[in-house]
């Protein structure tokens, strides 16, 4: 499914997510209601930096003799992982991997 159709998805189902979270977690709706919209928040700020899966070139010209050298690279996924969230704010933990800096 493509991102622009996910995005929405999460604002209709806004209320399904935080009740659910509220059974799971016996957290007070008003706090599980505000941690869905910060989810969502969080999934249209990811979505924006995925159109920036791009490569840069960076000039490699600190050392004499390569003034005219360049360093590429190109950001790729990582693909599946694994996270076991803390159960105070599990939903909005869990987007922090939507956005997230890859690991070296």
Known sequence: MPAHQRGPLLEERKQELARRIALESAKPWRYTFDEVGRAVETFKFAAIEVERLHG???????????????????????????????????????????????SK
């Open 56 to 102: 840069e070139m960076i000039p490699m010209d600190a050392a004499r003799g390569s003034e005219k050298r360049r360093g590429f690279f190109i950001r790729q996924p990582l693909g599946i992982i694994v996270v076991i969230p803390p159960f105070n704010f599990p939903l909005n933990l869990m987007t922090k991997v939507a956005k997230a800096p890859p």
